[in-house]
């Protein structure tokens, strides 16, 4: 019983792991049984990719 402390971690990484596998399955599940709201993506990160968008249209003309 000289490795109990690698045995001890093994289950908690394996448990960690099933319950990741569950949780995502329950998230695809959950996904796929709404439909898809599409719509204009907000935020900051879309706002610079319109900034960088129109620099780009103006530079071309």
Known sequence: MENIHIIILSSIISVLFVVFIIAT???V???SSKPF???K???PRAEL???I???MEEKKL
Do not use: F, V
Request: proline share 0%.
């Open 25 to 27: 399955y329950r998230e």
């Open 29 to 31: 599940d959950s996904m």
């Open 37 to 39: 709201a599409g719509g």
């Open 41 to 43: 993506e907000g935020g």
């Open 49 to 51: 990719l319109e900034l």
């Open 53 to 55: 968008g129109k620099l």
